[in-house]
């Protein structure tokens, strides 16, 4: 019996930490390249890292946390874990390409979700995502919507 068909869209979520080496880039384009799958999900690094389109497929070397344990520790404010990325991606359903994807900044407060209010946390999240980004040929964008749009360049 087939654990897979053709067609099937195969997420990859692994535990990865903040920063990226080699190895993560190897294992993520490798697990595309030769085990065909649509979406690598990494997840832990708290904070949101570097997003790669490779090979038309997409690569989420950190979604950061969605909601947190870490509210009102010290020390880290220049991370600003206050925010966090709804992320939305839109898939060719046979063939697992990326056609779109689309950022939601959002901010955590008091262990709870809403969109930011100030204008300059969205641009600061949008500037820092994209210079993250841009060793992969990927670029984020922010529209007039006030959501990141992720491309690749």
Sequence with gaps: MALRRPGDLVVVSIHWGYHIPQEQKSLARALIDKAGVSIIHGHSSHH???????????????????????????????????????????????????????LIPLQIKNFRLSIPTWWRDIEWLQQTLDGRCQQFGTRVILDSERQLVVYRA
């Design 48 to 102: 949101p890292r570097a997003i790669e389109i490779y090979r038309d497929r997409l690569i989420l070397y950190g979604c950061g946390d969605f909601l947190n344990d870490y509210e009102g520790i010290g020390g880290y404010e220049r991370y600003r874990d206050d925010l966090a990325l709804m992320y939305f991606a839109d898939l060719d359903p046979t063939s697992g390409s990326l056609h779109a994807l689309k």
